[in-house]
């Protein structure tokens, strides 16, 4: 069992969170309600990096559940990276790709939706899939 807790990092104007251990019933107290809240206005993308959780349960869905529905709530888009097939796929049957996309790696993920800022921007509106 590795600790759990949540690093905060900017890459290219993207609020990256990294996760870390486990995301169970005995560890979701380890991490904040709302991670993103310490971070500046201008952040309004969210990558959870999940390349180093080891282990998620029930009670870590509905964490992420909870995350990604405030996030949306304070007008700011979710995504994540590093999420093995395992939980792709539980992540599928419980619905969180819906409000939450996912990519392989970091890379991907950060070049995707600057992509897709750049070409709302040039079209004059809002990132409506970023």
Do not use: C
Not at 5 to 21: A, E, F, K, N
Not at 71 to 79: A, D, E, N, W
Not at 83 to 99: C, D, E, N
Not at 101 to 129: C, K, M, W
């Amino acid at each position: 069992m590795g600790q759990a807790g949540i690093t905060r990092r900017v890459r290219d104007g993207l609020l990256i969170l990294q996760l870390t251990g486990e995301l169970s019933g005995d560890e979701v107290d380890a991490f904040p309600s709302a991670p993103w809240t310490e971070v500046e206005p201008e952040h309004r993308t969210v990558l959870f990096d999940m390349t180093r959780l080891t282990y998620v349960n029930s009670a870590g869905i509905a964490l992420l559940i909870r995350w990604v529905r405030e996030t949306r709530r304070h007008g700011m888009r979710t995504y994540a990276f590093g999420v093995s097939p395992h939980y792709q796929k539980i992540f599928r049957i419980v619905g969180l790709t819906s409000y939450m996309e996912l990519f392989p790696d970091e890379y991907s993920a950060v070049e995707i939706v600057h992509a897709r800022h750049a070409n709302a921007d040039t079209q004059g509106g809002p990132a409506a899939e970023a």
